[in-house]
């Protein structure tokens, strides 16, 4: 529970300072180290950790979002929800 709730704050902080998203000049506009968190969560403490680890780097990517395409909640969060799950297995 501990190490949870320390993987979801250092996702939030990377969200919330926006550290986690590295300005690069291509389309996509940032590259991301916010998935470190949500790949951690989902080998240390399993695929609910993981998702939740995610979903947080969803929100962040969503409310990020500065490409159209990405503004799509489908699109934005679902994958990033899956980065911990598949981590697990």
């Given at each position: 529970m501990a190490i949870s709730g320390m993987l979801g704050a250092i996702a939030i902080i990377l969200g919330v300072?926006?550290?986690g998203f590295i300005p690069v000049p291509t389309p996509a506009g940032h590259?991301?180290?916010?998935?470190?968190p949500a790949i951690l969560g989902g080998i240390l403490e399993g695929p609910v950790?993981?998702?939740m680890t995610g979903l947080i780097f969803g929100l962040y990517s969503f409310l990020n979002a500065t490409n159209p395409i990405f503004a799509?909640?489908?699109?934005?969060?679902?994958?990033r929800i899956f980065?911990?799950?598949?981590?697990?297995?």
């Open positions: 300072t926006r550290l590259a991301t180290i916010m998935h470190i950790v993981g998702a799509d909640p489908l699109i934005a969060i679902l994958p980065i911990g799950v598949t981590a697990y297995y």
